[in-house]
């Protein structure tokens, strides 16, 4: 299982590897905002935390289709299911290299790009713990898109419009405990249901991706 | 560990390709199988291998037994000849790759890149992950594409070698290998197409 998760750490970083995608998509988009908006500093503070999370699922979603892709088309997707390795654990491990590639730059990014668009100072933190709490979910969801659609040439534009509904919980309750943080309000419903589809997709999707996968590899 | 087959149907795309196919492979034993394109070679060993459920039948003998080799070999291409190995061997929960990079004259390859290597060389790094893998049952998709006569007797002489150790081979090829085989010609096994015994089975 560690040597899967570090060659998919390994083959991220290397050339071509995509790492970086996401989280070059995320500064545009956060940079870009507040050329669209205007320099109208209030309005900027008070759609930051939305911004920054629709930014954060965007940028995630933009990498998803390389997730199994690639695997699947050099055929070490096929190798893999012959493996000792249950391809539950496949999936799971797959998910958490996307995360660590994808959604742990992404966490670590927004404080600095919060500055750009006036994010009230009490809002940090929340913002990075609602990332935090949150993009394990986006991740997972993700490799459960990805196994769905992983037959398919050019599966990318089905893939979003299966996984945008499924992230739309994520990002409800993600965006709003940072905008509850950022306005200085109580947290805990938000942070409580945030956690709560976090742990569930953790918990119940692989075994999901894993039953496609496998209907998928025939 | 005998990898038995019994009365076993397969099908491609929903279309049922092969029926009753019937055999047993024996420790020590390798079993060619061949048949013109597109009778179902490939769908039958990935049948066997586990990756597709028969239509019916059974396998046994195969779980956690079998070692695959499909038409693509699973090779990173920004990974380089070691690394691929050392990757497929951890899988399998072993290590020590160099009695494969030997078997297969790949030593002087080991630092290259395996995007950069050529499709013969991909080839016998692709077979070479069989070593790694220190499962006994081989099964192999035309193992031997784009590989020069010399790297076919060397590609024999790992199958001899495995063989030699208790272990067993399930080949679909076309060529001659040199290996004391038995060999199974999947053509009479064709499945014959459904009848159509309604009215809606003239439009499907």
Redesign the interface.
Known sequence: MIALLLRDLKLAFRAGGGFGLGLAFFLIVTVMVPFSVGPQSELLARIAPGVLWLGALLACLLSLDRLLALDWEDGSLDLLATAPLPLESTVSIKALAHWITTGLPLVMAAPVLGVLLNLPVQGFQWLVVSLLLGTPALSVIGTFGAALTVGLKRGGLLMSLLVMPLYVPTLIFGSEVARRGAEGMAVQTPLLLLAGISAASIALLPFASAAVLRVNLR | MTLTVTDLSVARGGIPVLEGLSFALAPGRALILRGPNGIGKTTLL?TV?????PLTGQVEGAE?Q???A???????P??TVA?NL???A????RNGIEQALDGFDLQALRDRQAGALSAGQKRRLGLS?MLVTGRPVWIMDEPTVSLDKTSVAMFADAVRAHLGQGGSALIATHIDLGLEADVLEVGPYKAKPPEIDDFDGGFL
């Not at chain 2, 499909?70 to 990173?76: P, Y």
Request: charged residues 20%; glycine residues 10%; neutral net charge.
């Open positions: 990935r291998a586990g990756l597709q459920p956690d079998i070692a695959y499909a038409h693509s070999d699973g090779l990173k920004t990974l690394e050392i990757f497929w951890s899988v399998f929960g992950r």
